[in-house]
């Protein structure tokens, strides 16, 4: 955890008095001989030493360097972060400094899956006093990298843990509303507002929702083709459809009239269609709605060619939903 | 044109530089993926113990895919995964380590693909220790380290149908967990609440496939927004507004084409992507045009290409990115 570790890695192990009592466990000839290749001789000497320790089952302090030290040469090695777990509790280790210790190792290497799993259950072990740190050090990575799966799946799991014993969810959306104005693209960050609504309940609560509606159109009214924030507002209206809100029906509306033709965005264009589907699907002026999702559909397929193939399915749904609708009148 | 307007603009994309391929260079392929698992000197071999199992798959199905599995040492290979095998009856990378579901399933296919019988006991054995993965909500943990994620079941539900033991899983649960993973904009996540991301989406799609419950989600929702994930380099990405990456190429055509959706994609663009990732000095694929080529990619690069029917190639199954040949009888799509 000091910095002696890596002052002392720049020697072998295996040149080292104070490991002379450890065999070290090469698993190959062949590695054996690869140690002349000058970079990988540092990770095949360590790794000896890591191999014999982990059939002596030896728990030390030296050990903890030890493992610093394959930690540095490779930090995806899960057998290495499962043994330092087992080390760190058998000798009643300091957490608050393994957890210094896993911020320089998560700075170096934030994309990796066994240090954010570790660092998680040290969190466990330390209890809920422990929140309020992981949320400033995850706001830090994001600040870095914004869309870091892991950062934003380990702020998750923070706020699932400890939401009972922390008043959390207004602080929570400012930080990712936060986010959003740095960078409305920002698809992490919707993700965890809605998240946030569905952990404290709030995906029924038509207050909450509203407000989220409104923001999603202030985004899409800045950037009409941002993937991002149309998912979110379509989202956020799953469930009870888009007709049921009227002022977004006429928002979008309203966007499609002032919008010059050749500057529509192709999202725009896809949500409007998709409000007609759910006309033709309620039986509402089906035959007008059928006619101008197609419309909207054949100006998709100009404007978004990569997807024209996916346009022109759409299109034929519309035919297929019509003639199931009109069928089914009839039979009424 | 404001500020915003302008940023509006500013998709993330690559321009795929003029000189790159425009076509399949499948000799340097075969070549590249030969010689990165016959050196066992090597640096990257070394240093790659910790996912030497998953790489040995990469390497062997890549040759297979591309015809040239009989250029593999198959019996040293054989040999070599046998040893990775714990007394847990899970496999581990790399002889010593740990087992883990992705080295298992990894392990079952290296096996598979040589034409390899795994013998009812070694079969009772994997399926026991999948077993003891799944978690009491459903969801399985990927070793003994206790870390939840979807790629983890469908590494269960895959290994499981490969050894012919799928009644040993609590299929429903299992099911049950993938769908509160199910976001509103159609994709999948890690976990419940999580983003959604193409590799989990393949994952869930694919652990749906494997059960047969592909009805309890809306195919089309779905498959829209993976569509949505190819840019206009032709390239496709794993989220919105990330670079497109060759290995999604696999992920979202896959997942697509187990949706019964492959032709939402643009193939001829998606080709060009495709074959400009391609190092025509060294062989294989690196994840866009110009970076460093690598096995992991590679195989995903080919096995995109296979996906869409390219006769050079052996076809491969899109649910379990092995060839039909080995899969034989255990093809379900």
């Given at each position: 955890?000091?910095?002696?570790?890596?002052?002392?890695?720049?020697?072998?192990?295996?040149?080292?008095?104070?490991?002379?009592?450890?065999?070290?466990?090469?698993?190959?000839?062949?590695?054996?001989?690869?140690?002349?290749?000058?970079?990988?001789?540092?990770?095949?000497?360590?790794?000896?030493?890591?191999?014999?320790?982990?059939?002596?089952?030896?728990?030390?302090?030296?050990?903890?360097?030890?493992?610093?030290?394959?930690?540095?040469?490779?930090?995806?090695?899960?057998?290495?972060?499962?043994?330092?777990?087992?080390?760190?509790?058998?000798?009643?280790?300091?957490?608050?400094?393994?957890?210094?210790?896993?911020?320089?190792?998560?700075?170096?290497?934030?994309?990796?899956?066994?240090?954010?799993?570790?660092?998680?259950?040290?969190?466990?072990?330390?209890?809920?006093?422990?929140?309020?740190?992981?949320?400033?050090?995850?706001?830090?990575?994001?600040?870095?990298?914004?869309?870091?799966?892991?950062?934003?799946?380990?702020?998750?799991?923070?706020?699932?843990?400890?939401?009972?014993?922390?008043?959390?969810?207004?602080?929570?959306?400012?930080?990712?509303?936060?986010?959003?104005?740095?960078?409305p693209?920002?698809?992490?960050?919707?993700?965890?507002?809605?998240?946030?609504?569905?952990?404290?309940?709030?995906?029924?609560?038509?207050?909450?929702?509203?407000?989220?509606?409104?923001?999603?159109?202030?985004?899409i009214e800045g950037m009409p083709n941002n993937?991002?924030?149309?998912?979110?507002?379509?989202?956020?209206?799953?469930?009870?459809?888009?007709?049921?809100?009227?002022?977004?029906?006429?928002?979008?509306?309203?966007?499609?009239?002032?919008t010059e033709?050749t500057k529509r965005s192709?999202?725009?264009?896809?949500?409007?269609?998709?409000?007609?589907?759910?006309?033709?699907?309620?039986?509402?002026?089906?035959?007008?709605?059928?006619?101008?999702?197609?419309?909207?559909?054949?100006?998709?397929?100009?404007?978004?060619?990569?997807?024209?193939?996916?346009?022109?399915?759409?299109?034929?749904?519309?035919?297929?939903?019509?003639?199931?609708?009109?069928?089914?009148?009839?039979?009424? | 044109m404001s500020f915003a307007g302008l940023l509006d603009f500013a998709r993330?994309?690559?321009?795929?530089?003029?000189?790159?391929?425009?076509?399949?260079?499948?000799?340097?392929?075969?070549?590249?993926?030969?010689?990165?698992?016959?050196?066992?000197?090597?640096?990257?071999?070394?240093?790659?113990?910790?996912?030497?199992?998953?790489?040995?798959?990469?390497?062997?199905?890549?040759?297979?895919?591309?015809?040239?599995?009989?250029?593999?040492?198959?019996?040293?290979?054989?040999?070599?995964?046998?040893?990775?095998?714990?007394?847990?009856?899970?496999?581990?990378?790399?002889?010593?380590?740990?087992?883990?579901?992705?080295?298992?399933?990894?392990?079952?296919?290296?096996?598979?693909?040589?034409?390899?019988?795994?013998?009812?006991?070694?079969?009772?054995?994997?399926?026991?220790?999948?077993?003891?993965?799944?978690?009491?909500?459903?969801?399985?943990?990927?070793?003994?380290?206790?870390?939840?994620?979807?790629?983890?079941?469908?590494?269960?539900?895959?290994?499981?149908?490969?050894?012919?033991?799928?009644?040993?899983?609590?299929?429903?649960?299992?099911?049950?967990?993938?769908?509160?993973?199910?976001?509103?904009?159609?994709?999948?996540?890690?976990?419940?609440?999580?983003?959604?991301?193409?590799?989990?989406?393949?994952?869930?799609?694919?652990?749906?496939?494997?059960?047969?419950?592909?009805?309890?989600?809306?195919?089309?929702?779905?498959?829209?927004?993976?569509?949505?994930?190819?840019?206009?380099?032709?390239?496709?990405?794993?989220?919105?507004?990330?670079?497109?990456?060759?290995?999604?190429?696999?992920?979202?055509?896959?997942?697509?084409?187990?949706?019964?959706?492959?032709?939402?994609?643009?193939?001829?663009?998606?080709?060009?992507?495709?074959?400009?990732?391609?190092?025509?000095?060294?062989?294989?694929?690196?994840?866009?045009?110009?970076?460093?080529?690598?096995?992991?990619?590679?195989?995903?690069?080919?096995?995109?290409?296979?996906?869409?029917?390219?006769?050079?190639?052996?076809?491969?199954?899109?649910?379990?990115?092995?060839?039909?040949?080995?899969?034989?009888?255990?093809?379900?799509?």
């Amino acid at each position: 955890m000091s910095d002696e570790g890596y002052i002392n890695s720049s020697t072998l192990y295996k040149d080292n008095e104070e490991w002379k009592d450890i065999t070290p466990i090469y698993p190959s000839k062949e590695e054996q001989s690869a140690v002349k290749i000058a970079a990988s001789q540092d990770f095949i000497d360590v790794f000896a030493y890591f191999r014999a320790i982990l059939i002596i089952k030896e728990k030390s302090e030296r050990v903890l360097k030890l493992l610093e030290d394959c930690v540095r040469l490779n930090p995806a090695n899960y057998t290495v972060w499962q043994y330092r777990r087992e080390v760190l509790k058998e000798l009643n280790s300091d957490l608050n400094a393994e957890m210094k210790y896993l911020d320089g190792i998560i700075e170096e290497t934030p994309k990796n899956y066994q240090v954010w799993h570790h660092r998680r259950v040290i969190v466990e072990w330390l209890g809920e006093n422990s929140a309020p740190y992981e949320l400033d050090f995850t706001c830090d990575i994001i600040q870095d990298e914004n869309k870091n799966y892991h950062a934003w799946q380990h702020r998750q799991w923070v706020i699932r843990t400890f939401k009972d014993n922390l008043n959390l969810l207004d602080s929570e959306m400012s930080f990712s509303l936060r986010l959003l104005l740095e960078d409305p693209r920002n698809n992490s960050a919707y993700n965890y507002r809605y998240f946030l609504l569905t952990i404290f309940d709030k995906t029924e609560d038509k207050e909450t929702i509203d407000i989220e509606i409104n923001l999603a159109k202030r985004f899409i009214e800045g950037m009409p083709n941002n993937e991002s924030a149309w998912n979110y507002l379509t989202g956020l209206l799953l469930s009870n459809g888009i007709l049921s809100d009227t002022g977004v029906v006429k928002f979008v509306e309203d966007l499609y009239e002032r919008t010059e033709e050749t500057k529509r965005s192709s999202f725009l264009l896809a949500f409007i269609a998709d409000i007609m589907l759910e006309k033709i699907d309620q039986q509402i002026e089906a035959v007008e709605s059928a006619e101008r999702a197609k419309q909207l559909y054949t100006d998709l397929i100009s404007l978004d060619p990569v997807r024209h193939n996916y346009w022109k399915h759409q299109k034929l749904l519309v035919d297929q939903m019509l003639n199931k609708t009109t069928y089914t009148t009839k039979m009424v | 044109m404001s500020f915003a307007g302008l940023l509006d603009f500013a998709r993330k994309d690559i321009d795929i530089p003029a000189s790159s391929p425009r076509n399949l260079l499948k000799d340097v392929h075969s070549q590249f993926i030969h010689q990165y698992q016959a050196d066992h000197n090597s640096y990257m071999y070394i240093m790659s113990e910790h996912l030497r199992v998953s790489g040995i798959y990469w390497c062997v199905n890549a040759m297979d895919l591309s015809k040239d599995l009989e250029k593999m040492p198959s019996q040293e290979i054989i040999e070599y995964v046998k040893t990775c095998r714990n007394s847990d009856g899970g496999y581990g990378p790399a002889p010593g380590h740990d087992s883990h579901i992705l080295h298992t399933l990894c392990a079952v296919q290296t096996l598979l693909i040589f034409g390899e019988t795994i013998d009812s006991e070694t079969s009772n054995e994997i399926a026991s220790y999948v077993k003891s993965l799944q978690q009491e909500d459903g969801s399985f943990v990927g070793d003994i380290a206790g870390e939840i994620d979807t790629r983890f079941t469908m590494c269960s539900l895959a290994t499981c149908h490969l050894i012919n033991r799928p009644n040993t899983l609590n299929i429903q649960k299992a099911i049950e967990f993938i769908m509160r993973c199910y976001n509103t904009d159609g994709g999948f996540g890690t976990r419940p609440g999580s983003e959604s991301h193409a590799g989990q989406v393949y994952c869930c799609v694919g652990s749906l496939a494997i059960t047969g419950r592909l009805e309890e989600i809306n195919r089309d929702r779905t498959a829209e927004w993976l569509a949505f994930r190819q840019c206009e380099s032709g390239g496709l990405n794993g989220r919105p507004e990330k670079l497109p990456d060759v290995c999604y190429s696999w992920w979202v055509l896959a997942s697509l084409a187990i949706l019964g959706r492959l032709d939402f994609i643009d193939e001829k663009k998606m080709k060009r992507f495709i074959f400009a990732c391609q190092d025509d000095e060294t062989g294989g694929f690196a994840d866009r045009p110009g970076d460093c080529a690598d096995p992991f990619h590679t195989v995903f690069g080919i096995a995109a290409l296979s996906l869409f029917g390219d006769e050079t190639l052996e076809p491969v199954d899109p649910i379990f990115c092995m060839t039909k040949r080995s899969l034989g009888k255990l093809s379900i799509l």
